[in-house]
């Protein structure tokens, strides 16, 4: 009878102790997601030099995180409030329709690479590799492509980083709330290494003025 008592209560405890582990664990990868987000928010409201509050309220339009940025760069192409670019996007539009509707072509969305880079960003660069420039007009890109071309440059602008290391981050399968969170990171890292280095280095000392002797 012991034996059962005590096999029920180990059950029991071991079951509470995995409950409350996973729970953490969901927590901190939810904590994690926000700041993400919010990192998210905080860049693209510094880029397009709008406040994170604007860029909340465009989110709450139903606009996707990802998404925020074309509405931007629409609006700030095209100057016109963001508001006019998010309403024409919730009357069921494509990026494309909203893009010719301000006569912004395809070539507003073009991306330079020395060489393929490989999908998702191959198929676009093959539909400028291919064309003459005066006919990049005529090129219809996807809302994925708008999506991929206007993040890429929006984060390789902000953080200096060169477009092929951020198709690549894309390539891995990474969403841009995740690569501007790991690029900003990394460049955090980088100025407190850089910090460091400079502070471990030895002070040069100023040369003293030298006491004239009396004759």
């Given at each position: ?48 030099q709008v406040s994170v509050d604007k860029v909340e309220k465009v989110r709450k339009r139903s606009i996707p995180d990802e998404e925020i940025p074309v509405a931007f760069f629409i609006a700030e192409r ?138």
């Amino acid at each position: 009878m012991k034996k059962n008592i005590t096999a029920i209560l180990l059950t029991v405890f071991c079951t509470v102790f995995i409950a409350g582990n996973l729970q953490a664990g969901v927590e901190i990868g939810i904590h994690a997601d926000q700041d993400g987000i919010k990192n998210f928010h905080l860049a693209i409201g510094e880029h397009f030099q709008v406040s994170v509050d604007k860029v909340e309220k465009v989110r709450k339009r139903s606009i996707p995180d990802e998404e925020i940025p074309v509405a931007f760069f629409i609006a700030e192409r095209a100057d016109v409030p963001v508001w006019v670019v998010v309403d024409l996007r919730a009357h069921g539009k494509s990026w494309m329709e909203i893009s010719l509707h301000f006569g912004l072509t395809a070539e507003a969305y073009y991306v330079k690479f020395d060489s393929d880079p490989g999908p998702p960003y191959g198929k676009a660069w093959g539909h400028f590799k291919n064309k003459p420039r005066k006919k990049w007009k005529d090129i219809h890109l996807t809302d994925i492509d708008i999506i991929n071309s206007v993040n890429l440059t929006f984060v390789s602008a902000r953080y200096g980083y060169a477009p092929k290391e951020v198709a690549k981050l894309r390539k891995d399968g990474h969403n841009f709330v995740k690569i501007n969170h790991q690029i900003k990171n990394q460049a955090k890292q980088k100025r407190m290494k850089e910090a460091r280095a400079n502070s471990d280095q030895p002070k040069k000392s100023k040369p003293g003025k030298k006491k004239k002797g009396k004759k």
